[in-house]
């Protein structure tokens, strides 16, 4: 397998390219900042349409062995299609699919994988929202049934689940460097904590390059630390399942 899979899945303007393009940054090291997809304004009415598959350059030459998947969030309106979701996950449609809220996609479409493998599923998903309102970020109230649906599927499949909280220095941050020591940042991870039902390990804080000139060490720091949690996640998962011997479950 050359590739651990990670599904970004959040709203317009919940920062999935921004994080993409701060892991770009960090990653390659060369004092500046890597524009590798484009960001959404706040309040753009822009969303995301495709299934893409981003990959992340450690240098010219050689690739992170991970492929981050940004696609739309749930939503009533212009969202994933219910079973769509779940497809992705495991690994029936291809990079590059053009969602229809309106229908699922069909099992005679070219992005259709009809017999996907392991290195096709989605090995670790992580939801991304916005620290200060990040409940509307996840889903709105129509489409709480969805998520609610997709976090029993992947508690079912054993696939790990985490929540990137975006533009934490919206909370009032003075200095970045004391992120782990703030009282207001402690707060907002507890209450993500309690919302989402997972281990406080699996609340990632994460401030993203916006209106910087230069790279800062740490939000480069914060976007390795994150990347690196989530591909130790879907490592574990991949793992898990080439372990199994075979007539186990016989």
């Known amino acids: 397998m050359k590739f651990l899979n990670v599904l970004l899945i959040g709203q317009a303007s919940s920062g999935k390219s921004s994080f993409i393009n701060t892991c770009a940054t960090a990653l390659l090291d060369e004092n500046r900042i890597v524009t590798k997809v484009a960001v959404l304004e706040p309040m753009s009415s822009g969303v995301t349409t495709d299934f893409c598959a981003k990959p992340l350059k450690i240098n010219e030459e050689r690739f992170l062995p ?10 009533s309106l212009n969202g994933i299609h219910d079973d769509d979701i779940i497809k992705i996950c495991e690994g029936n449609i291809k990079s590059g699919y053009k969602f229809d809220p309106a229908r699922s996609i069909s099992t005679d479409h070219d992005k259709f994988r009809k017999e996907p493998s392991l290195s096709d599923k989605m090995h670790c998903v992580v939801y991304v929202a916005a620290a200060d309102i990040p409940k509307e970020m996840l889903a709105d109230a129509k489409a709480a049934d969805q998520l609610k649906t997709l976090r029993m599927y992947l508690s079912g499949e054993n696939i790990s689940q985490l929540l990137l909280l975006n533009k934490i220095d919206r909370l009032g941050i003075k200095n970045i460097n004391t992120i ?8 907002t991870c507890e209450g993500a904590k ?8 699996n609340i990632l804080p994460m401030i993203n390059y916006a209106d910087d000139v230069l790279p800062v060490d740490m939000k480069d720091f914060l976007a390795l630390y994150s990347l690196w949690q989530m591909m130790n996640k879907a490592y574990d998962y991949v793992t898990a399942q080439l372990d199994i011997p075979d007539g186990f479950y016989d």
């Open 194 to 201: 309690e919302f989402m039902d997972m281990p406080m390990g």
């Open 66 to 75: 991970v492929r981050l998947f940004d696609c739309r969030g749930l939503h």
């Open 180 to 187: 782990f020591k703030n009282r207001m940042v402690k707060e």
